[in-house]
């Protein structure tokens, strides 16, 4: 049996130590603020890490709007049929796409495909001591490296989002519309007077804003502070999407209460 001490020693270690990563990526964000004006000077690095986090995710993004919206076109059709407002479909499929669907599930894809890219690029820089390279030639890493990514990272998710949302409202309209057959004028004016653009898609893009800095904060932060080594590569990766969807979802919460409490 261990002795008590030892637990509270190790709880201790355990909450000193979280502290700490919290404080030193703290420190590292504003780090890469001060530094972001040598990435936007040297804008082919920006755009390049755009096209590796925004363009190289469209795939996915797509593929996965279409279906989440012809899952949600097809459920909701049922459950506004028992009702007998099978012409509020698009109402449904849009106020859930726009304001929650849509930033979450690109939000999580980004985190994913594109979050888990970054840090293992800058976990492996670091473990091939290219980052430290750099520092011998009087190149900084936070502003040659890091800077473009985290900024690549916050201007794609947003787009993303925006991208996931009009696929889900698309396959919506597929399956209701086409398929099913709600009537289509119904289906679009419904949607167009009842969305409104400052409660519920401008609050989507502030979410999908927010996520995008989270999760680009988290994987180049994962991948800049990852122990030299393979297995600590990999961990930092796991760390990313771990965290980044936990992040998400805490978010989430936080940003519809208060979207919420605004509205009301």
């Known amino acids: 049996m261990r002795n008590p001490l030892d637990v509270i020693r190790l709880l201790g270690h355990a909450v000193v130590e979280r502290i700490w990563r919290l404080g ?43 279906f989440v919206g012809l899952v949600l076109g097809l459920q909701g059709y049922e459950t506004l049929q028992r009702y007998g407002s099978t012409e509020a479909l698009g109402i449904l499929v849009a106020l859930s796409l726009v304001r929650e669907l849509g930033p979450v599930v690109a939000g999580l894809l980004f985190a994913s495909r594109a979050g888990s890219s970054i840090t293992a690029e800058i976990g492996l820089m670091k473990a091939t001591e290219q980052l430290k ?21 916050v201007i794609s998710m947003p787009l993303l989002a925006a991208m996931f949302s009009a696929m889900g409202v698309f396959g919506g309209w597929l399956i209701g519309v086409v398929f099913i057959g709600v009537d289509d004028g119904a289906f679009w004016s419904q949607m167009q007077s009842s969305v409104d653009f400052r409660y519920d898609i401008v609050n989507g893009i ?34 990313t999407v771990v ?15 208060f979207m919420f409490r605004g509205t009301s």
């Open 24 to 66: 030193f990526a703290a420190r590292f964000f504003f780090a890469i603020l001060r530094h972001s004006g040598t990435a936007f000077r040297r804008l082919p690095l920006t755009i390049r890490e755009i096209y590796f986090s925004g363009v190289l995710s469209l795939l996915i993004i797509l593929v996965s709007g279409t």
């Open 206 to 239: 502030i979410k999908s804003v927010v996520f995008g800095f989270a999760v680009s904060l988290i994987a180049v932060f994962e991948g800049y502070d990852s122990v030299p080594t393979a297995e600590g590569v990999s961990r930092a990766i796991t760390r």
């Open 133 to 153: 390279a750099m520092d011998m030639m009087a190149v900084n890493p936070l502003a040659r490296v890091v800077a473009p990514r985290f900024w690549g990272g």
């Open 243 to 257: 965290s980044s969807a936990m992040t998400i979802l805490a978010l989430d919460f936080l940003l519809t209460s």
